[in-house]
T-cell receptor, first 115, second 110 residues
Framework: EPEVTQTPSHQVTQMGQEVILRCVPI?????FYWYRQILGQKVEFLVS????????KSEIFDDQFSVERPDGSNFTLKIRSTKLEDSAMYFC?????????????FGPGTRLTVL | LAKTTQPISMDSYEGQEVNITCSHN???????ITWYQQFPSQGPRFIIQ???TKVTNEVASLFIPADRKSSTLSLPRVSLSDTAVYYC???????????FGGGTRLMVKP
């Protein structure tokens, strides 16, 4: 069964540093998402991406965040200057389409620790 | 999107049937009900989706009454590996973000 993959599985960084989290969505999917989950809290939507542009973003997704699909397979989330409160699990998801019946498939996540 | 309310936690024993009920009183005509499962330190995994009446797949059944103000996820004969958090979500075709609540933490005991 095809799956979403994410690298690295765990990233440790110093406050103020830039990080790039990488995702490889399922190959024929067209819609891509990032979510995050702070330890012990809810899964929160960050951003959705379609046709090389952002479709929707939450209040969390401020100017420190950016997304990119640099080639035909990767989908990246960049945090320019990390803060302590950015420590969380970051999940990438992809879907074949954006309708209510189109399942979003989640990756295993990247645990980001900001020191 | 309609707000969902579900129990914070439930306990069960291996081999039992587990029913998790979710209320979504303000569900709209275009909304569907979707359930996800999440194991610790893993991404959420889609379980089942429905609009009304009953939907069944190889993993679970979903019961939705005629008024659609609630839904019940039924897991037949649970095992220890079904210990996870189960999320009830309302989704529609107007937006594509998923809004997760707190979920129900199911603990299956031997």
């Amino acid at each position: 069964e095809p799956e979403v993959t994410q690298t690295p599985s765990h990233q440790v960084t110093q406050m103020g540093q830039e990080v790039i989290l990488r995702c490889v969505p399922i190959s024929n999917h067209l819609y891509f998402y990032w979510y995050r989950q702070i330890l012990g809290q809810k899964v929160e939507f960050l951003v959705s991406f379609y046709n090389n542009e952002i479709s929707e973003k939450s209040e969390i997704f401020d100017d420190q965040f950016s997304v990119e699909r640099p080639d035909g397979s990767n989908f990246t989330l960049k945090i320019r200057s990390t803060k302590l409160e950015d420590s969380a699990m970051y999940f990438c998801a992809s879907a074949a389409a954006s309708g209510y019946t189109d399942t979003q498939y989640f990756g295993p996540g990247t645990r980001l620790t900001v020191l | 999107l309609a707000k969902t309310t579900q129990p914070i936690s439930m306990d069960s024993y291996e081999g039992q049937e587990v029913n998790i009920t979710c209320s979504h009183n303000n569900i709209a005509t275009n909304d569907y009900i979707t359930w996800y499962q999440q194991f610790p330190s893993q991404g959420p995994r889609f379980i089942i989706q429905g609009y009304k009446t009953k939907v069944t797949n190889e993993v679970a059944s979903l019961f939705i009454p005629a008024d659609r103000k609630s839904s019940t996820l039924s897991l037949p004969r649970v095992s220890l590996s079904d210990t996870a958090v189960y999320y009830c979500l309302v989704v529609n075709n107007a937006g594509n973000m998923l809004t997760f609540g707190g979920g129900t933490r199911l603990m299956v005991k031997p």
